[in-house]
């Protein structure tokens, strides 16, 4: 599922890529193996090279809730609490063997201030990380669950290869039957 999170595959990003291939350590990652685990410190950021991950948020009940993906070809990591060195606010959970590339939030404070050029990317990265949040809660308040659904069938037509529909349910905020009543309806 190429760029399902949009800012990953700007033109400008090749130079954070290029980091990660570069100063990175290579970590091979089995299924259901944690990148990192909410309320540790959350310490790296890396490039998926292959696989899959989810974010995952337990409530104060024990509930856990999917809140978030990253692919191939993108970036993983509580990045808001890496780079602020707190307490990562989700686990980050490989939902597929995977193949990353990691640096240190320490390494990657060195690299965004290397120059103009990387600083203006830690901008931009940090401005599409607030648009991503702020569309997401847009569509929570503003979409029917049906609508949500529909907009990732058609933003990303094979995702139920890579997602359960138990997941798909908790990242639209609904339960697994609303899935299931949609799918029969519109597909």
Same mark, same amino acid.
Not at 137 to 156: F, G, M, N, Q, S
């Given at each position: 599922?190429?760029?399902? #999170?949009?800012?990953?595959?700007?033109?400008?990003?090749?130079?954070?890529? &290029?980091?990660?291939?570069?100063? %990175?350590?290579?970590? &091979?990652?089995?299924?259901?193996? !944690? =990148?990192?685990?909410?309320?540790?410190?959350?310490?790296?950021?890396?490039?998926?090279?292959?696989?899959? =991950?989810?974010?995952?948020?337990? /409530? /104060?009940? %024990?509930?856990?809730?999917?809140? %978030?993906?990253?692919?191939?070809? @993108?970036?993983?990591?509580?990045?808001?609490?890496?780079?602020?060195?707190?307490?990562?606010? *989700?686990?980050?959970? +490989?939902?597929? &063997?995977?193949?990353? $590339?990691?640096?240190?939030? @320490? /390494?990657?404070?060195?690299? =965004?201030?290397? #120059?103009?050029?990387?600083?203006?990317?830690?901008?931009?990265? +940090? @401005?599409?990380?607030?648009?991503?949040? $702020?569309?997401?809660?847009?569509?929570?308040?503003?979409?029917?669950?049906?609508?949500?659904?529909? &907009?990732? *069938?058609?933003?990303?037509?094979?995702?139920?290869? !890579?997602?359960?529909?138990?997941? *798909?349910?908790?990242?639209?905020?609904?339960?697994? @039957?609303?899935?299931?009543?949609?799918?029969?309806?519109?597909?």
């Amino acid at each position: 599922m190429k760029n399902f #999170n949009h800012y990953a595959g700007r033109e400008e990003f090749s130079a954070f890529k &290029d980091f990660f291939l570069t100063h %990175g350590q290579c970590k &091979d990652m089995k299924k259901k193996e !944690y =990148f990192t685990q909410q309320g540790a410190l959350a310490t790296h950021g890396a490039y998926i090279e292959e696989g899959l =991950f989810r974010y995952i948020c337990t /409530d /104060d009940r %024990g509930c856990e809730h999917i809140v %978030g993906y990253s692919f191939a070809g @993108e970036y993983v990591g509580d990045y808001p609490a890496c780079l602020k060195k707190e307490k990562a606010m *989700v686990s980050i959970q +490989a939902a597929s &063997d995977a193949r990353i $590339y990691y640096a240190s939030a @320490e /390494d990657m404070r060195k690299f =965004f201030s290397t #120059n103009e050029t990387t600083q203006n990317l830690e901008r931009i990265l +940090a @401005e599409e990380l607030f648009v991503q949040t $702020y569309m997401r809660l847009l569509d929570i308040y503003c979409k029917t669950p049906a609508e949500l659904y529909l &907009d990732l *069938v058609r933003r990303y037509p094979d995702f139920l290869n !890579y997602i359960t529909l138990k997941e *798909v349910a908790s990242f639209l905020r609904v339960t697994p @039957e609303t899935i299931s009543h949609i799918r029969k309806k519109y597909e």
